[in-house]
Nanobody
Framework: QVQLGESGGGLVQAGDSLRLSCAAS????????MAWFRQAPGKEREFVAA????????PYADSVKGRFTISRDNAKSTVFLLMNKMKAEDTAIYYC????????????????????WGQGTQVTVSS
């Protein structure tokens, strides 16, 4: 059974940084495209960033481009999201997601493409 567990959320002030982690188990991590999505109160879950198995493809949502960085450590079965220059509008529950793949440079940004989801971690940015 695949399990994804997010950690690192919390309350920060605008302009601060925060790093989220997502540890995976129950599946070969190097066969998973990984992504971060977020959902603010009253809004749809939206794409934030994704990373291919080889780390070479990393698309970002326009709203976070230049501020957030996604990375992965395949040896530790963990994906990270470093969030810099945070804004109040970054407040949301952040979810990590995994998609099964055999293609090392493939990446997707569509929510329905992902097979596995974590429980989410709350990030709150005060202005």
């Amino acid at each position: 059974q695949v399990q994804l567990g997010e950690s690192g959320g919390g309350l920060v002030q605008a302009g601060d940084s925060l790093r989220l982690s997502c540890a995976a188990s129950g599946y070969t991590f190097s066969n998973l495209v990984m992504a971060w999505f977020r959902q603010a109160p009253g809004k749809e879950r939206e794409f934030v960033a994704a990373i291919s198995v080889d780390g070479g493809s990393t698309p970002y949502a326009d709203s976070v481009k230049g501020r957030f960085t996604i990375s992965r450590d395949n040896a530790k079965s963990t994906v990270f999201l470093l969030m810099n220059k945070m804004k109040a509008e970054d407040t949301a529950i952040y979810y990590c997601a995994g998609q099964r793949t055999l293609v090392r440079n493939m990446v997707n940004i569509g929510r329905t493409e992902y097979d596995f989801w974590g429980q989410g971690t709350q990030v709150t940015v005060s202005s």
